[in-house]
């Protein structure tokens, strides 16, 4: 479903780019007949979805762009990995384009940049995502790569200490950013298992990490039918064939037993520090991908109704977010954001809202914006709410789409999770229907769970969250 969800900030990627096209840039492409005219009389094709005999899903819609994009998603996210393995799925996405049985990282490399390409790995707590750009008329090459690569690196000792190096930077980096570091101990601390897990490997499970551990994860869940195959600017048939060769030897699998998140909630975690702002973060469990349609939209809508994001650059937010109203008016002039927060997995999910304050003022946010939250399970939902709210999920969902990167991303993870695509307008239909109710009812459900909070920097006047919670009504 064409659903923007909130994401964790751009996790870090491993990345091979061309630094040369093959093409000059100057000269035409031969292959390619494109006019400007011409662009608004070749029709919009729908997704198509085959599946190939060992059980890996393609999936392709065709453009009029002069560069295919291929991504391949594998459920093999950092839930999958187990206490004893965590982090693999960091070390993993490091380890993407090292040697493989056929070619060692240097001609990966360079056969990448000699078709003017890009390769990618990202990965999630759901998915390791690898993918790639590259001029029209390369499908075969670049198939060919991502196939040797997902299905037959040897993860050499060396190489694979040579990356830890690379991840201690990375770690640094994470540290240095407290929204996301407020967003992993969230997720530890609301979840006993699954979700639970990091999506950066710690410090102290590095040293122990070894390629041997790489190979096994591989062998247990790189298999045909957790892989989806999706490609946007070619034709299916022949995305269907190349995946056929470079991907028809992946053993089908036996479908592994996967582990469901287990939301507890109810906890809280405080990390004090020297800065002066508060980071601090409220959830309780939201709603999954796999849920029905219509309550998963309806907190879409939900999260508008309370503010999601400022839409108007440099703008306070008040005049539409009502948690920014609400917070304004706890507050004098002191400086704030606030905004609710949807998080979607295919089990589970967390709602809640996020505030970034001076430490003086986060007790004043924060029960605002509870009180608030109070407010919409009551019933407290005016129609030009729910209006705006309709309207500015839609947006941002066909905003979203606009991007390559975001429509493939989203129909991969579809597939991946509920094995059926729902396209854009079909998506905008099912938005339409809902009602207050539906969407008052989504409300109580999520505000009925044990609330989660985490918070860092200035904890001057955050308060614990027995207090934050008290007096306040949610029916």
């Known amino acids: 479903m064409a659903l923007c969800v909130y994401r964790l900030s751009p996790h870090v990627v491993r990345r091979w780019a061309s630094t040369t096209a093959a093409v000059p840039l100057s000269e035409p492409i031969s292959f390619v007949h494109f006019t400007p005219e011409s662009a608004s009389k070749r029709p919009a094709e729908g997704v198509k979805v085959s599946k190939l005999t060992n059980g890996v899903t393609v999936a392709s819609v065709e453009t009029s762009s002069v560069t295919t994009h291929v991504s391949v998603f594998v459920k093999a996210g950092s839930r999958y990995e187990g206490y004893e393995r965590q982090g693999l799925s960091h070390l993993l996405r490091n380890c993407a384009f090292l040697a493989t049985n056929d070619r060692t990282a240097f001609r990966v490399a360079r056969e990448i940049d000699a078709i003017g390409g890009t390769l990618t790995a990202t990965s999630s707590r759901e998915h390791v995502i690898y993918s790639s750009d590259v001029l029209k008329g390369n499908l075969n090459a670049v198939m060919s790569t991502l196939g040797n690569i997902i299905s037959s690196s040897k993860f050499q000792p060396w190489e694979v200490d040579d990356q830890k190096v690379r991840m201690e930077l990375e770690l640094a980096q994470f540290r240095s950013d407290p929204t996301q570091v407020v967003l992993e101990e969230l997720h530890k ?10 999506l950066y490997c710690s410090s102290f499970n590095l040293p122990r990490l070894n390629n041997k551990d790489l190979k096994s994860f591989v062998e247990e869940w790189y298999t045909g ?12 048939e022949d995305l269907k064939k190349a995946a056929s060769t470079y991907f028809g030897s992946i053993s089908e699998g036996l479908r592994s037993a996967e582990e469901q998140a287990e939301y507890v909630g109810g906890g809280e975690v405080r990390l004090p520090s020297a800065d002066p702002l508060t980071y601090a973060t409220v959830a309780c469990k939201g709603v999954s991908l796999s849920s029905d349609s219509k309550e998963l939209l309806a907190a879409g809508v939900l999260q508008h109704v309370l503010g999601a994001v400022s839409y108007i650059k440099w703008g306070s937010g008040t005049s539409t977010s009502r948690l920014s109203k609400a917070a304004a008016a706890a507050t004098t002039d002191a400086p704030f954001q606030v905004s609710a927060i949807n998080i979607n997995y295919s089990d589970s999910g967390l709602f809640g809202m996020s505030v970034v304050c001076p430490g003086s003022v986060a007790g004043k946010v924060l029960k605002s914006a509870v009180l608030e939250f109070g407010e919409v399970t009551k019933g407290n939902v005016s129609n030009e709410d729910l209006v705006r709210a309709k309207n500015q999920l839609k947006a941002n969902i066909a905003l979203s789409t606009e991007s390559s990167a975001a429509l493939i991303d989203d129909i991969g993870i579809q597939l991946t999770i509920k094995g059926s695509y729902l396209s854009m307008g079909e998506t905008f239909k099912q938005i339409d229907t809902l009602t207050k109710e539906d969407v008052v009812k989504v409300a109580r459900t999520v505000f009925s769970t044990r609330p989660t909070l985490v918070a860092s920097g200035n904890l001057s006047s955050t308060p614990r969250i027995d207090h934050l919670m008290s007096g306040v009504s949610l029916k």
């Open 189 to 198: 601390v609301a979840y006993r298992n699954a979700l639970s897990n990091p």
């Open 225 to 236: 039918k957790r892989m989806t195959i999706v490609g946007l600017g070619t034709n299916h």
